[in-house]
């Protein structure tokens, strides 16, 4: 992550919800359209790891994107994403995922790479840009990931979340295994 102008005015440690756009960022911004009205489009598996691993256990994860899509219902709903907003006014998903768990602002981070993430981006404690973001949301970012949209982005932002917050990734991996494995025994 690369620290940009915008001063940071929240401890990074206290984010409990991360926030992400999606086409742009866990896409690589391509839109393939088939054949009968279905598309297609490419995650990246690392996000959804880290997403998988820590979702309701460290963090509680959500997207806001302005654009209607199954196939994304389906990726997130897989990863266990808690709240897939799908609607032009992002602001307006913002303030229902702020009431609907209880949140401000200053504890949620957004990652968004176009205008439309603007509204989200100045208004929450933590607002990443993508590398490859456009250049009108720079100086609403606090921080540029070093990765493009859709090559693991959600990853790094989260991989600085949890070092912020003093957790290991693989740690939290292991335990998930061990939880699971003695849930398991018990059962």
């Given amino acids: 992550m690369r620290k940009l102008n915008r001063p940071l005015e929240i401890d990074v440690k206290d984010l409990k919800m991360l926030i992400f756009d999606v086409d742009g960022v866990m896409t690589n911004n391509q839109m393939i359209f088939l054949k009968g009205d279905q598309e297609a489009k490419a995650f990246n598996a690392s996000d959804g790891f880290a997403i998988k691993a820590t979702t309701e256990r460290i963090l509680k994860y959500a997207v806001i994107s302005a654009r209607k899509s199954e196939v994304t219902t389906k ?50 404690g933590l607002a990443v840009c993508v590398a490859d973001a456009e250049p009108e949301l720079l100086p609403y970012s606090h921080f540029q990931t070093t990765r493009n949209g859709g090559r693991g982005v959600c990853r790094e932002l989260i991989n600085f979340v949890l070092k912020a917050k003093g957790i290991d990734l693989v740690q939290v991996y292991r335990e998930g295994i061990q939880g699971g494995i003695s849930a398991k025994k018990t059962s």
Avoid: F
């Avoid at 266990?80 to 401000?104: F, P, T």
């Fill in 75 to 124: 990726r997130c709903t897989e990863l266990g994403v808690g709240d897939i907003i799908m609607q032009w006014d992002k602001l307006a998903g913002l303030h229902e995922l702020m009431e609907r768990h209880g949140l401000s602002a200053n504890e949620i981070g957004y990652l968004g790479n176009d205008v439309p993430d603007i509204v989200v981006m100045e208004q929450v």
